[in-house]
């Protein structure tokens, strides 16, 4: 198999797995603060314990995205050398930016969070806990900062020549917001909170089918749903804004989103399949809707494929695929989380064994949209690497070789399989040993059978 075509599998594997964490990571993070802050107004001691148990979850999800992203550091260098030289002066500004000013403060506030609860204050830890969740945020920050500028490029110069060249900042503030950043990073936190939320909602669902920990279980559901609901029609909100940023940037990535190949008025996919040898997409599709999406007209034109050269077009069935996989997975969380929601307002959904069920196994939907999301986004940019600048097939080592990717490809699966292994494990273990492991053990914060003032 060709270099490129195993680098960025390598690639797209290694980034894959380790998405899976920090959106947990920042979704729980949001919840852990409400939960805190409810703790430090009320000292309601369900609430103490509900605190204990999901920082101890949001502990392992932490590590667990250490761990599993130091490798993708050394792959711009062994597999990305020529892109690593020509965006290190931005890319490395964003990273360096995320390690010292996000990494670090939410790295060392995890530590009061997690074993400060007899040591400090409850002001002070409640402090800590707003610190870690911000620290969390604003890494997100600096990661879709230096991947939106690979979208949208702006605030900068090219110095050099033939490989040689390399760009250089000139407006700092220009190249962080530049045109997609806003639109990615708001639809990308709002994915993550639902991604945090759905875990909640799946756990304590499951404890209410089995009938443990009930009063936890319906407080940490109320919880999960609100922040639900919010991030779930956020998501219906930068999804638009995002669409008409695409439009307006990458209109050859929007063709390929809804394979729209003659320029012209545009519908709008529900599902399909893109023959793209024959420029032709058989499937179901709502007429002029994706005219009137992005234009508020069915008629308006939409520029197609055919106004690019095949060359210059992204692989449409799999952007195509990716995306409408998104897009289907949100309308599900929409559903579920506005259903739940209304259910719980009826006094019905505690008793719901149907729904509750529903909930246990949606945890999987944020997941895949975050995934297909973020598959579509990249794989739509082919084959630039930095939009309109530097293609993918010219940002490759000149020196690595195709047994080498595929030998380390090996390695690091086996090494992540063993680690999603351990992780599936410890999360395991605290679900079952579940919040009543804490109960009685931090000074008299409570039993969980009943809710205290302490």
Known sequence: ??????????????????????????????ILVIRDGVWLKTRDALWHDMAKFWTKIFALTFAIGVASGIVMEFEFGTNWATYSRYVGDIFGSALAAEGIFAFFLESGFLAVLLFGWDKVGPKMHFFSTLMVAFGAHFSAVWIIVANSWQQTPAGFHIVGEGLQARAEITDFWAMVFNPSSVDRLSHAVSGAWLAGAF???SVSA???????HIEFARASIKVALAVAVVASVTQLVTGHSSADGVAKNQPAKLA??????QTGAAGMYVLGWVNDAEETVSGVKIPGMLSWFLHGAADAEVKGLDAFAREERPPVNLTFQFYHLMV??????FTISGVGAL???RGTLFANRGALWVMVFAVLLPQIANQAGWFSAEIGRQPWIVYGLLRTSDALSKVVTAGQVVS???????IYALLFAVFIYLLNNKIQLGPAADAGTDGGAGSLTKSKRV
């Not at 499951?206 to 443990?212: A, C, E, P, T, V």
């Not at 390929?256 to 190949?261: I, M, R």
């Not at 289907?328 to 969380?333: F, K, Q, R, S, Y």
């Not at 380390?408 to 086996?414: D, G, I, M, R, W």
């Open 1 to 30: 198999m060709d270099v490129e075509i195993l680098a960025r599998i390598q690639f797209a594997f290694t980034v894959a797995f380790q998405y899976i964490f920090p959106p947990l990571s920042i979704g729980r993070g949001v």
């Open 199 to 201: 875990l909640v909602l």
């Open 206 to 212: 499951w404890y209410l089918l089995k009938k443990k």
């Open 256 to 261: 390929a989103l809804e394979g729209h190949y």
């Open 328 to 333: 289907g997975c949100g309308v599900l969380i």
């Open 343 to 345: 259910l719980w307002w």
């Open 408 to 414: 380390s490809l090996a390695l690091f699966a086996l």
